[in-house]
């Protein structure tokens, strides 16, 4: 699935302002793991197929992590996650801003998440509040939204 992104190696540094970000590496994942257990994020699933991570730096600190599950053009945005003492400065918004680039060159149209309590972070950033049942049929089946997520988390959209 991460056929349409570009490859790790080229990825590996890549800057734009003072982000750098990464793809996560399988020998990488436990790291991954460990933080999105940190942050109550669901992390059971991360080695399966079809998902990509990235993590990030900014001024050369890693500051966090995103992923994308990717459904044609459909995808989930999973795992946002900014290490506590580096949120609340816009890193948050800035590595969703990059995801969705990276997703828009990969041919995908629309983001989707789920969220227990930020949604009022991705409203702001352009993402719809909508009923969970009005996903599209790939997204609702996906493992965050059958089991992994609670089913009183708010689920987003976001045209790209
Ligand atoms: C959600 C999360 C990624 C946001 O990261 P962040 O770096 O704090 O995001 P930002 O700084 O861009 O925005 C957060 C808030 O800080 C505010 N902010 C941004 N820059 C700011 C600044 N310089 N000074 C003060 N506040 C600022 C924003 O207005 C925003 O307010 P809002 O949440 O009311 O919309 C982070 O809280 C997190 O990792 N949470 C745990 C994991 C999680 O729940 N992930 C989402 C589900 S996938």
Not at 9 to 17: E, F, H, I, P, Y
Not at 71 to 92: E, H, M, N, T
Not at 103 to 108: F, L, M
Request: charged share 20%; glycine share 6%; with cysteine.
């Amino acid at each position: 699935m991460s056929d349409h992104l570009p490859s790790s190696r080229r990825l590996k540094n890549v800057t734009t302002n003072s982000l750098q970000f990464a793809i996560v590496s399988p020998t990488d994942l436990p790291t991954l793991v460990q933080a999105l257990q940190e942050a109550h994020l669901p992390d059971d699933d991360v080695a399966l197929p079809g998902r990509v991570f990235f993590a990030f730096q900014f001024d050369g600190q890693h500051i966090g992590y995103a992923g994308l599950e990717i459904y044609g053009p459909d995808a989930l945005l999973r795992s946002v996650l900014i290490v506590p003492q580096q949120r609340k400065r816009g890193l948050g918004s800035q590595v969703v801003s990059e995801v969705e680039k990276l997703a828009h060159r990969a041919g995908i149209e629309r983001l989707h998440l789920l969220t227990t309590d930020q949604a009022p972070f991705f409203e702001r950033i352009g993402y719809v509040l909508t009923q969970r049942q009005l996903a599209p049929a790939d997204i609702a089946s996906t493992l965050q939204f059958k089991s992994l997520c609670p089913s009183s988390a708010s689920y987003l959209w976001k045209s790209l």
